[in-house]
């Protein structure tokens, strides 16, 4: 990812990742817009965060609808923290 400016990879549906090159540390942004995630797609999205950490990135994620986002949020992140302890 060295000198890459921006690289955007289409995931599902429209859900990306944006790579932002040229920072230190590198930043991830993922911004997951989906109506819905069951927990086999936040755990998914979870290992997929917690690789690009572990390259020393600084991640963030977002997600899109207002009512359900913070549901998301709060799984996503004991996920994410049962994925590490587990790693």
Same mark, same amino acid.
Request: glycine share 10%; no cysteine.
């Given at each position: $990812?060295?000198?890459? /400016?921006?690289?955007?990879?289409?995931? /599902?549906?429209f859900?990306?990742?944006?790579?932002?090159?040229? @920072?230190?540390?590198? +930043?991830?942004?993922?911004?997951l817009?989906? *109506?819905?995630?069951?927990? +086999? /797609?936040?755990? /998914?999205?979870?290992e997929?965060?917690?690789?690009?950490?572990?390259?020393?990135? *600084?991640?963030?994620?977002?997600?899109? #609808?207002q009512?359900?986002?913070p549901? @998301?949020?709060?799984? $996503?992140?004991?996920?994410?923290? *049962?994925?590490? #302890?587990a790693?």
């Amino acid at each position: $990812m060295d000198g890459a /400016s921006a690289i955007r990879i289409r995931t /599902s549906g429209f859900s990306y990742k944006e790579w932002l090159g040229g @920072f230190y540390p590198p +930043q991830v942004y993922v911004r997951l817009r989906n *109506e819905r995630y069951d927990d +086999q /797609s936040l755990r /998914s999205w979870a290992e997929r965060l917690i690789g690009f950490a572990a390259d020393g990135a *600084e991640v963030y994620v977002y997600f899109k #609808h207002q009512t359900a986002a913070p549901g @998301f949020a709060l799984r $996503m992140r004991e996920l994410v923290a *049962e994925a590490a #302890h587990a790693g």
